[in-house]
């Protein structure tokens, strides 16, 4: 069978304001997702016996907890689809680093299934599927960079400068609970506008809090920091870290500045574009 070769792209948050708590936990925030050209990769290859496979399994994930999983067998029973699917992925993202690595490989396997099992969802329809899976998730389905509110499901695309981000991630994962449930999270920013964002840009408003729990995450800040002469702007941490970024005008300045990290910090660069690889990847491919 036809075996499709899917990117998972990475994302960043450009800013991350939190407007309030909401009555069940979650809260209503504002940001900015910017996708990137890089990412992992998901190999698929339908099957016509039901079962999903996926190898190799994350080191303490069992296969029923990860998302790939979890998304196949979710769009089968909304779907009523009796095909299965091989799944290999190829992993680069790292864990814990708040740039969307699970939550895009499961889009692009609601994508890619979608696409060779013909079950004929819409992307609306898949992104709802993909947000009881995790908040990120519809934006990598919906495959554009985009203006996001509510808990970061309600999307406005964005068109924005495709400049070169460096993204580094130091040697700690940030549990995302242990950040949104912390009783010194800033949670009451005054919303902004699109345009203001575009004019003034933001800030992480978890950024302080992360950088004091995580003294590894301050580190990477200050040693991109001390680039600033060449970068566009200060380090900025996406999401609830551990990741920081910063962005450059030309593709050759940023990889000057990676190849000079310290052995501690691993770290990639990578476009901004505003349009996911997956989608441009999958009309390719019709």
């Avoid at 070769?5 to 990475?10: E, H």
């Avoid at 499961?106 to 898949?126: D, F, P």
């Avoid at 509510?150 to 495709?162: H, K, N, R, V």
Wanted: charged share 20%; net charge negative.
């Amino acid at each position: 069978m036809l075996t499709l070769i899917l990117p998972c792209p990475a994302k960043l948050n450009l800013f991350l304001h939190i407007t309030g708590r909401r009555p069940d936990g979650y809260h209503n925030l504002q940001t900015v997702f910017q996708l990137l050209s890089y990412g992992d990769t998901l190999e698929l290859t339908p099957r016509d016996d039901g079962i999903i496979s996926l190898t190799p399994e994350l080191p303490g994930v069992p296969l029923e907890a990860n998302l790939i999983y979890r998304a196949a067998r979710l769009l089968q029973e909304a779907s009523g689809c009796s095909l299965g699917a091989d799944f290999l992925l190829h992993k680069r993202l790292p864990m814990g680093g708040g740039i969307g690595g699970g939550s895009s490989d499961a889009a692009s396997a609601l994508v890619g299934l979608n696409h060779v099992w013909r079950t004929g969802l819409s992307l609306e329809q898949l992104a709802d599927l993909g947000q009881r899976l995790g908040a990120d998730i519809p934006v990598f389905v919906c495959g554009q960079s985009a203006w996001a509110e509510g808990t970061g499901e309600q999307l406005t695309p964005i068109s924005l400068p495709e400049v070169w981000y460096l993204v580094i991630t130091p040697q700690c994962e940030v549990p995302t609970g242990r950040i949104f449930s912390h009783n010194k999270l800033t949670r009451n920013s005054s919303a902004i506008t699109m345009r203001a964002f575009l004019e003034e840009g933001g800030r992480n408003d978890c950024q302080p809090l992360v950088e004091d729990l995580f003294p590894e995450v301050k580190y990477a800040v200050d040693w991109l920091n001390s680039f600033g002469s060449t970068s566009l702007y200060p380090a900025k941490l996406t999401g609830t870290g551990a990741s920081v970024f910063t962005a450059f005008a030309a593709e050759d300045e940023a990889c000057a500045v990676l190849a000079m990290r310290p052995h501690k910090l691993k770290g990639f660069v990578a476009k901004g574009v505003n349009e996911s690889p997956l989608h441009s990847y999958l009309r390719k491919s019709q």
